[in-house]
């Protein structure tokens, strides 16, 4: 993790595994970085999906019925 944090100029590591595990959502030239680094193997949508996944196991009382409306 260290190593793609460095790689994407992402202050640490512990930053770059909350993007990776969803916890957090990384801004869009981070994001960018990522779709570049992986050469469009990882996507936005990607991104996207792994946050909602995130919140809709750990906040469901924040997202409650806006998710399943965007849907």
């Given at each position: 993790?260290?190593?793609?944090?460095?790689?994407?100029?992402?202050?640490?590591?512990?930053?770059?595994?909350?993007?990776?595990?969803?916890?957090?959502?990384?801004?869009?030239?981070?994001?960018?970085?990522?779709?570049?680094?992986?050469s469009?193997?990882?996507?936005?949508?990607?991104?996207?999906?792994?946050?909602?996944?995130?919140?809709?196991?750990?906040?469901?009382?924040?997202?409650?019925?806006?998710?399943?409306?965007?849907?």
């Amino acid at each position: 993790m260290a190593e793609a944090a460095v790689l994407l100029s992402i202050e640490s590591a512990r930053t770059y595994q909350r993007y990776e595990l969803g916890e957090n959502r990384p801004d869009a030239p981070v994001m960018e970085r990522i779709r570049i680094a992986t050469s469009g193997q990882v996507t936005l949508d990607d991104m996207h999906e792994l946050r909602l996944q995130w919140l809709r196991t750990n906040k469901p009382e924040t997202v409650g019925g806006l998710l399943e409306a965007a849907e």
